[in-house]
């Protein structure tokens, strides 16, 4: 991958590349470069909103490599309104609606506050995934008094906005237009929330000029948003309401009071132009007529005097069995749960690999071994710089950062299959795994060595391997089957027996288990086997797999009897006295 400056003529190009490109134009050869993204710590931030991070993260790291200076900022809108209780939480937490999320208590009490307790877990998995952020609070911001002077200028041209907004306001999707887009205006819960302006609680019958008032104060009674505007003095920047949940009539000084915030539509472009963001990604939900993209589009260049930034637009991240993943309803599955079994480079790797117009799927179940598969051949190809293409590209940005370079891999890269499958029938014992692996031909100095891809195959085997599927282990022989052999199961068992070394590794196994059937007939162990042969060796596979596990099949038999070793595989396999 490049280091340096712009790819070389020839390199592949990517949306990234492409989308770099576009940030650098739109800040201006040689200025610093800001890409931005932003999230409402309501609930759980699952791994369909890990878009919003991750896309400006890669463009932010395409552009250290090229020596471009950049910042990726992020804004936690932790002053949005706390909207409704979820599952699982008090009822009485209901009492809090209205107010910002940074003054919500944290239930759990774990966390200063509601906000805080949603932001942590996902700091600390983006840590892990590499992704570094000029982290902004949207609370302190405000309280801070830092977009004053953008308040009272939004303020002064609220008719203007108004007139943006009532435009675009009736704008609906049509059944001409992209269905994927409908589908996409419909799904609840975005990474920053919009203002429903016709449903605005603020909203007050006494003109539309006030109803509409691109400024909500928090009531100083109850420290609700449920406010209505009742007045505005242009001359002293007197604001007066009403406050539906309490009654409390009050004022504010938006020269001097810092206890509320622009609406959304006003808030985003706002901030767009405050910290000259160039490029900023967004969802399906946030580009359809009227939304917040396109208003924000016009009121940021007529109001506040810059460009509205370069972006890429996402589409949905699904999970399977989750019908829609939703942030404030719980349930779904985050960065977190991601990484107790996927490598931080792989989980980057599902991101990078697509272009964010793509939608997709993530499955925590069989698909898991067939991914590490995917990404483990995709490696091998990575290293040879003759086969570069888009894939190792996209193989190489999620592998490495530029602060970090590496991202955390095993030493001894074992299939994640064997792993899975060794763990299964170990009992997760994590020496015991580390015993079969080596016999089966990935040496290594120490447990250490297979980590972190050890631990997160015994977490998927135990977390997501239905229990119908697991292996299941006899303690005891199975006597009566054993009673009951046919003669030709009689003679590959003692054939078996017989061979059975005490040190056995993977290829010793592997040799004796498919050559006992073929030394029944009369054949080495090395020979060809015959069809006759063949038939048998299903046979006594089968007749394996009921002794050890009581089931017709299951883990790949010769790493089955590494795995529990040659002691336990003859008392399993030799009748009790008496027993035939």
């Known amino acids: 991958m490049a280091r340096g400056g712009r790819q070389g003529q020839g390199d592949p190009v990517d949306w990234v590349t492409r989308a770099a490109d576009d940030a650098v134009r739109h800040a201006g050869e040689g200025n610093l470069v800001t890409v931005a993204s932003g999230a409402s710590p309501s609930g759980p931030i699952h791994l369909g909103n890990l878009r919003e ?19 990726h900022l992020h804004s936690w809108d932790d002053f949005d309104r706390f909207r409704k209780v979820p599952a699982g939480v008090p009822a009485e937490w209901a009492d809090h609606i209205g107010r910002p999320l940074s003054a919500v208590p944290d239930p759990w009490e774990c966390h200063p506050s509601w906000a ?25 911001m405000y309280t801070s008094g830092a977009y004053r002077d953008q308040v009272l200028l939004a303020v002064s041209r609220r008719d203007e906005i108004e007139a943006v907004l009532a435009k675009h306001r009736t704008k609906k999707v049509t059944a001409g237009e992209d269905a994927s887009a409908q589908e996409a205006a419909d799904l609840a819960d975005s990474v920053a929330n919009e203002d429903d302006e016709e449903g605005d609680p603020g909203a007050a019958t006494s003109s539309d000029a006030i109803a509409r008032f691109p400024y909500r104060p928090y009531c100083r009674e109850c420290g609700r948003d449920t406010v209505a505007t009742t007045a ?61 993209y396109t208003v924000g589009t016009e009121i940021v260049s007529s109001i506040f005097d810059w460009r509205a930034p370069a972006r890429v637009i996402y589409a949905f991240v699904g999970f399977a069995g989750v019908q829609k993943m939703s942030s404030s309803a719980g349930g779904v599955p985050t960065a ?17 690999r697509r272009a964010p117009t793509q939608a997709f799927d993530i499955d925590f179940g069989p698909a898991v071994v067939r991914l590490y598969d995917e990404w483990d051949a995709l490696g091998r190809k990575a290293a040879d710089p003759a086969k570069s293409d888009v894939a190792t590209l996209a193989w190489h940005r999620a592998s490495e950062t530029a602060a970090a370079g590496r991202l955390p891999t095993p030493a001894v890269p074992v299939p994640f299959r064997t792993l899975s499958s060794v763990a299964d029938v170990t009992a997760g014992s994590a020496e015991l795994i580390s015993r079969v692996v080596e016999s089966s031909g990935f040496a290594h100095d120490s447990v250490a060595d297979l980590e972190p891809r ?14 119908a599927e697991r292996t299941t282990v006899r303690e005891e022989p199975d006597a009566e089957r054993l009673g009951s052999l046919g003669e030709d199961e009689e003679l590959w068992l003692r054939i078996f027996l017989d061979r059975l070394p005490d040190d056995l590794d993977l290829d010793a196994a592997t040799s004796l288990v498919y050559g006992v059937p073929k030394v029944a007939r009369g054949l080495g162990l090395d020979d060809p086997p015959t069809d006759q042969v063949k038939a048998d060796q299903k046979d ?33 396999l030799t009748p009790t006295a008496g027993g035939s």
């Open 53 to 71: 991070f991750i896309t400006p993260h890669f463009v932010a790291e395409e552009l250290r490599r090229r020596g471009v200076p950049v910042r």
């Open 116 to 140: 805080e307790h949603f932001k942590a877990p996902l700091q600390e998995a983006l840590r892990e995934l590499g992704v570094e952020m000029e982290e902004i609070s949207q609370t302190e």
């Open 232 to 292: 505005y003095d242009e001359a002293t920047t007197t604001l007066s309401y009403t406050c539906s949940s309490c009654g409390h009539e009050g004022t504010t000084d938006l020269s001097s009071d810092t206890d509320g915030k622009l609406v959304w539509k006003v808030d985003w472009p706002m901030r767009w132009a405050y910290e000259s963001v160039n490029f900023e990604p967004a969802g399906r939900d946030h580009m359809t007529p009227g939304s917040s």
């Open 336 to 352: 977190t749960d991601a990484l107790r079994i996927l490598e931080s480079p792989m989980l980057r790797w599902l991101y990078v």
């Open 454 to 467: 050890l631990s997160k195959a015994m977490q998927w085997t135990a977390e997501h391997v239905p229990a």
């Open 540 to 572: 006594f596979f089968r007749l394996l797999y009921h002794l050890l596990v009581s089931a017709e099949r299951g883990p790949r038999l010769p790493t089955l009897v590494v795995a529990l070793g040659p002691e336990k595989v003859r008392r399993l």
